[in-house]
Nanobody, 128 residues
């Protein structure tokens, strides 16, 4: 059973930084964790992709709204996914989710339904 647990969320002022972590566990890690991504959702809005990374080669993609401010990375040996967020804005406030896709292409533009496993989320609040 694949499990994802996010951490690192919190409250920060605009312009600040946070680093989110996602701990992954489950059998046959290499088989399941082909593509890992971060998504976010504000109440009343649809869940949107923030960043995604292909764990086999490290290529990453980002939403236009976070390009240049956020960096996704992973450590296969530790089964960890990270999201370094800098120059945070109030509009970045949301619940952030880690997700995993085991087959197919890897891109932040994929719909949420393309990702098979999800964590419970960690809240990020940015005040102005």
């Amino acid at each position: 059973q694949v499990q994802l647990v996010e951490s690192g969320g919190g409250s920060v002022q605009a312009g600040g930084s946070l680093r989110l972590s996602c701990a992954a566990s489950g059998p046959t890690y290499d088989k399941y964790f082909l593509c890992m991504g971060w998504f976010r959702q504000d109440p009343g809005k649809e869940r949107e992709g923030v960043a995604a990374i292909y764990t086999g080669g490290g290529s990453a993609s980002y939403a236009d709204s976070v390009e240049g401010r956020f960096t996704i990375s992973h450590d296969n040996s530790k089964r960890m996914l990270y999201l370094q967020m800098s120059s945070l804005k109030p509009e970045d406030t949301a619940m952030y989710y880690c997700a995993v896709r085991s087959v197919g292409a890897c891109s932040v533009d994929l719909p949420t339904t393309a990702f098979e496993y999800w964590g419970q989320g960690t809240q990020v609040t940015v005040s102005s």
